[in-house]
């Protein structure tokens, strides 16, 4: 949670944005994968408070600039997982194993008929 002392304005702000950390816990957004890299970097309480200042941030860029909030594309999401293919692809191939990709299910591939 974060803590009065760590959040400047007034105690109104510093509990909306506790609770608005709560809630991007519990999220699937681009706030949750921060918290989720910082948790993984820190302790809890720190990641909250990470998190809880890039949501301050955000909205003050937000409030300084008029513009609204856009999400995270999902380009970032596929860079994302295409660097995390690479890096597992690379590990793999150093413990001797060969990783070929499993054919795709959106399409299915067409049947000839003799």
């Known amino acids: 949670m974060l803590h009065s002392r760590t959040m400047k304005g007034s105690s109104r702000d510093g509990q909306a944005f506790q609770q608005a950390v709560q809630s991007v816990e519990r999220?699937?957004?681009?706030?949750?994968?921060?918290?989720?890299?910082?948790?993984?970097?820190?302790?809890?309480?720190?990641?909250?408070?990470?998190?809880?200042?890039?949501?301050?941030?955000?909205?003050?860029?937000?409030?300084?600039?008029?513009?609204?909030?856009h999400t995270e594309s999902t380009t970032a999401d596929e860079g994302r997982k295409e660097r995390e293919r690479k890096q597992l692809t690379r590990h793999a191939q150093k413990l001797g194993y060969q990783i070929t990709p499993a054919p795709s299910k959106a399409a299915p591939a067409p049947v000839e008929t003799p």
């Open 27 to 69: 999220s699937d957004s681009s706030f949750d994968a921060y918290f989720q890299a910082m948790r993984a970097r820190k302790e809890p309480q720190q990641a909250t408070v990470a998190t809880g200042h890039k949501l301050v941030r955000t909205v003050y860029s937000m409030l300084l600039c008029g513009e609204p909030f």
